[in-house]
């Protein structure tokens, strides 16, 4: 029980960060206004723990994969350019950088703790 309170919260706290530190790099190129504080970490925050919560408790009343992955996710993806006003160009690498960092933090809590279920269904081999 107090493991997986640890992992929720390592979990929210890394993709609440790497998050934020996309909307605000995004936001910025480019001579671009970067959002700040409190609203980019704010937005992130948000969806992190609302996507982690929604994506675990939906796993446990067994709701089918595709909407506790496909809701957060679209979350993720639209909420951050419609909130920050993002043009297309910006939208785009930002949609990028957002699908492309999941993995990365799900192969960073693999590969640093051994914890897999970040995104169970990407398989990493072992180092």
Do not use: C
Not at 7 to 30: E, N, P
Not at 39 to 52: D, E, F, R
Not at 70 to 75: D, G, I, K, R, S
Request: zero cysteines; aromatic letters at 16%.
């Amino acid at each position: 029980m107090a493991d997986d309170l640890v992992r929720l919260l390592s979990y929210m706290l890394a993709s609440t960060v790497v998050l934020a530190v996309v909307i605000v790099f995004v936001g910025g190129l480019r001579g671009g206004r970067a959002p700040g504080w409190p609203a980019a970490p704010g937005v992130a925050l948000l969806i992190s723990v609302v996507g982690i919560l929604f994506g675990k408790y939906g796993e446990n009343f067994d709701l089918p994969w595709w909407i506790y992955y496909t809701v957060p996710m679209l979350a993720t993806v639209l909420i951050p350019p419609l909130a920050f006003r993002f043009n297309l160009w910006r939208a785009a690498l930002y949609v990028l950088l957002a699908v492309a960092t999941a993995p990365l933090i799900h192969a960073a809590f693999f590969y640093a703790l051994g914890w897999g279920d970040f995104m169970p269904f990407l398989a990493l081999p072992a180092l």
